[in-house]
């Protein structure tokens, strides 16, 4: 402790002392020592701060840089969710971009594909020639009218095919007021081209004590690349040689006419850049004539050249031909890539094919309906052949965009440019493409020709795009545009539509597993990735809140003048929902569609090889009727119903004047909706199609209590039950026969349906021939059922000329547009008792 201490002292006297001479320097020294520390001291803290500042550098630059990617990648996926749309599916495609070219598939390379025309041909092909008919008749009106597209307002007494086989000929009669116009054609093979044809057109007078002159025009356009040159001789088109890509050099023959008196000939010459203007040109360069010099009767002639100034070559050929009636003319397409040609096929060589065709079609049609051991008589097969006829003679080829918008877009953007092969509701009204529609259509055609309907059916599905929705109308092409009025063009990716293609899809399944020809394996794998997707659309936009419901979207929450919103997506448009639409709506119809797509993606899976056990548990769950019951079966009507908040008491009324409006100040004037008890959560219970989709696609067990409730609600005269089918809503309905707004009449509200009563048929057929308790119930319905629907449509028929889109309930009298020949034509099918 002492030695510590003393240390302790030594050191602080030490440190006390005042510093000699070498202490002097050590402190000098140490001096400086400390100013150069502080020197690296500073040197250190500028690095530091350097660092820092650097480190703070790097990192805004690592941030600005990550911005900028961040901002790219946002960019990016902005213009990606918004091409999403417009982007195809990525999976091979099922029709080939040649799969429809003359050297893959001559048979049906050219066809009656311009549905919207009274008569007409092209090809498949984007860019195809087109020919086409157009008549007047002469010294009626100043001026006659033109015949060109399919309208109603033309009325004619009655149009369409009598005959035609999808693929090599089709006879047609057209019946005007004064004359009868029959159009034929005839194709025949060769060649590298797609063969040649022929068409003939005749015109007969009603009253052979009438004179009746008639002017028939038959034209030639280039819708694309190409050259078209007219052979000329005496004012008369003799001939015009063409040449495009497709179809290499072609020649189109004018024979000269036969039977007619007083046959004179003109042409046209011109050059028009829209097809779909073409009757438009062909009008106005129309002049008049004297016909008979010795009497002053004007009739109208085609004015010759007429090419404007600056114009491109001529691309639009007319050859007209005037006479008193009878008249008779044929029309002959050449392809110079046939060497083997004996002779040119028209006169009698062309009787005699036709004839060939017409003993083959007959024969075709008994071995495949076989409605003589039907016990039908000759005009009910008449009529059954008819409307068969004109089902595949409507079948068009279109290529173009679709116009389509999703929730990402501000403004609509163009599908991509593709091909569709489809038959189509009605050549008057809707001659393009309808999804929902397609799927009944194929129902006959695949009875027809299986063949045609895989065909349609592979365009529809390569029309999917990345996200597994296909666009519900398709508006392909300048023809088909202009008849479309503009609030209906834009496509929008959260509406669906039912997918019926289902349902010619199951019976194709089944010919196809038990068939050795590997293109049917290959078809099932092709079609299958499609199905899937489509399907997993479906059930991820159209699911509803409760696990295992669905709901259509596209309804509109916020209208004021709709009595019931519509549900165009449902494809039962004003057919009464919940009133109020929102996000807790259960739709019974959507249900039952995903429950029948399960199933067939089940069995397709199954043959495949594939993973079919989701399938087949997603149908089990759907098909369970204790769980359908639970979600769609309203105890108090004790029948399947939709369920959301909804109101009976909802009226249409005039609005009244605003308050202070000035004299003769405009005001809206058009009725608005009054709901008078407001709506409540609940099923929506008004009888109709809606509630009977559990038992028309067969999801009720045979031995439910439900069924034998339903069968016997559909004898009902005061609900369904009429003379001459089931109607679309009961008689009791609050909606029935309403309008649902002040200008839109009443379309899914008491009128009979005849793909609707197909598919109760079905039904009816079904549960008559299984076990079960009600089997005769189901099997009485049925037949009476069904000759109803039969009846009715055949007698219509032979009164109007028509087969028409819908039935009065009241009367039976058609309904809607004309000629229908799409799925009212499935009465060939009830006729046949092929379901």
């Given at each position: ?11 602080t ?36 701060l ?20 961040g ?28 799969s ?20 007409g ?20 009106m ?5 015949r ?9 007494s009655?149009?369409?095919w ?91 023959s ?46 109208f ?23 008193q ?5 044929d029309?002959?397409f ?10 040119s ?14 003993k ?50 501000k ?16 050549r ?15 129902l ?23 996200e ?5 109308e398709?508006i ?6 202009a ?29 196809m ?15 299958f ?45 004003d ?10 709506e ?38 369970d ?85 339903i ?32 200008h ?34 189901a ?19 032979y ?12 009367s039976?009298?058609?309904?809607g ?8 034509a499935?009465v060939?099918?009830i ?5």
């Amino acid at each position: 402790m002492v030695k510590h201490r003393k240390r302790q002292q030594h050191n602080t006297n030490a440190h006390n002392r005042r510093p000699n001479q070498s202490e002097n320097s050590a402190g000098v020294e140490s001096q400086n020592e400390s100013a150069s520390q502080k020197t690296k001291h500073k040197q250190r803290h500028k690095r530091t701060l350097d660092q820092s500042h650097q480190r703070k550098m790097a990192w805004l630059i690592i941030f600005v840089l990550a911005m900028m990617l961040g901002g790219t990648i946002y960019m990016r996926y902005q213009i990606y969710i918004q091409e999403l749309v417009a982007t195809p599916l990525d999976v091979p495609k099922m029709i080939s971009h040649n799969s429809s070219a003359p050297t893959v598939n001559p048979e049906k390379f050219w066809g009656t594909y311009r549905s919207n025309l009274y008569f007409g041909l092209k090809t498949r092909s984007p860019t195809s020639p087109v020919v086409g008919l157009m008549w007047l008749e002469q010294a009626t009106m100043m001026p006659p009218p033109i015949r060109h597209w399919c309208s109603q307002d033309d009325r004619l007494s009655r149009y369409g095919w009598l005959k035609h086989d999808g693929v090599n000929f089709g006879i047609q009669n057209i019946e005007e007021q004064h004359f009868n116009l029959t159009t034929s054609f005839v194709k025949q093979p060769g060649g590298e081209h797609g063969g040649d044809w022929t068409a003939r057109i005749s015109a007969i007078p009603k009253d052979t004590n009438r004179p009746v002159i008639v002017s028939l025009m038959f034209y030639v356009a280039l819708d694309g690349q190409g050259s078209l040159k007219p052979n000329i001789a005496r004012n008369r088109m003799e001939s015009v040689n063409g040449q495009s890509i497709e179809l290499g050099n072609f020649k189109i023959s004018f024979p000269k006419a036969r039977n007619g008196t007083g046959i004179k000939y003109h042409h046209l010459i011109s050059y028009s850049s829209r097809l779909e203007k073409l009757k438009d040109l062909l009008q106005n360069s129309m002049r008049t004539d004297s016909f008979d010099k010795g009497r002053t009767i004007p009739y109208f002639t085609l004015g010759g050249r007429l090419i404007p100034r600056d114009s491109p070559d001529p691309n639009f050929m007319v050859h007209q031909v005037t006479a008193q009636l009878p008249l008779e003319m044929d029309v002959v397409f050449e392809s110079e890539s046939r060497y083997d040609r004996h002779s040119s096929l028209q006169g009698e060589l062309y009787t005699h094919r036709l004839e060939r065709f017409s003993k083959s079609f007959d024969d075709k049609f008994t071995e495949v309906f076989n409605l003589e051991k039907k016990r039908y008589n000759v005009p009910e097969i008449y009529f059954a052949k008819a409307a068969l006829s004109n089902m595949v003679g409507s079948i068009g080829y279109f290529y173009g965009s679709s116009v389509v918008k999703s929730k990402y877009n501000k403004e609509p953007i163009y599908y991509w440019p593709a091909p569709l092969y489809t038959a189509v509701p009605s050549r008057s009204f809707f001659p393009r493409g309808f999804l929902w529609d397609e799927g009944f259509h194929n129902l006959l055609i695949s009875q027809w020709d299986p063949e045609i309907s895989k065909d349609i059916i592979a365009h529809w599905l390569d029309l999917l795009n990345a996200e597994g929705w296909i666009p519900r109308e398709q508006i392909l092409g300048v023809e088909a545009s202009a008849r479309v009025p503009e609030e209906f063009v834009v496509q929008r990716n959260e509406n669906a539509n039912p997918p019926t293609l289902f349902l010619p899809l199951q019976r194709l399944i089944k010919d196809m597993t038990t068939s050795q020809d590997p293109r049917d394996k290959q078809f099932l794998k092709s079609i299958f990735p499609r199905l899937k997707k489509w399907f997993s659309w479906f059930n991820t936009t159209q699911v509803g809140n409760e696990p295992l419901t669905y709901y259509w979207r596209g309804r509109d929450d916020q209208t004021k003048k709709e009595l019931n919103p519509k549900t165009l997506t449902s494809g039962l448009d004003d057919y009464p929902r919940a009133s109020h639409p929102n996000a807790k709506e259960r739709h019974v119809d959507l249900r039952c569609w995903m429950a029948l797509a399960s199933g067939i993606l089940s069995d397709i899976a199954k043959e495949l090889g594939e993973n079919w056990k989701e399938y087949e548990a997603t149908h089990s769950v759907l098909s369970d009727n204790g769980l359908l019951d639970k979600l769609h079966w309203s105890p108090k009507k004790q029948r399947y119903s939709d369920y959301g908040l909804h109101s009976d008491r909802v009226v249409l009324v005039k609005p009244k004047p605003p308050k202070n409006l000035q004299p003769g100040q405009p005001y809206d004037k058009e009725k608005i909706r009054e709901v008078k008890i407001e709506p409540q959560m609940q099923f929506v219970e008004s009888f109709g199609y809606v509630s009977l989709f559990p038992f028309m696609l067969k999801i009720v067990e045979p031995s439910s209590l439900k069924l034998y409730k339903i069968l016997n609600d559909l004898t009902n005269t005061d609900l369904l039950w009429t003379n001459y089918g089931l109607r679309s809503l009961a008689r009791n309905a609050p909606q029935y026969q309403k309008r649902n707004t002040e200008h839109d009449p009443p379309y899914w509200r008491g009128a009979i349906w005849i793909n609707m009563n197909y598919l109760t048929l079905s039904a009816l057929h079904h549960y008559s021939n299984i076990p079960g308790p009600y089997q005769q119930l189901a099997n009485g319905i049925y037949k009476d059922l069904r000759a109803n629907v039969v009846n009715n449509l055949i007698k219509e028929y032979y009164r109007t000329g028509y087969i028409y889109e819908q039935y009065d309930d009241i009367s039976g009298e058609g309904k809607g547009c004309h000629p229908f020949t799409g799925w009212s034509a499935l009465v060939v099918l009830i006729m046949a008792e092929k379901y």
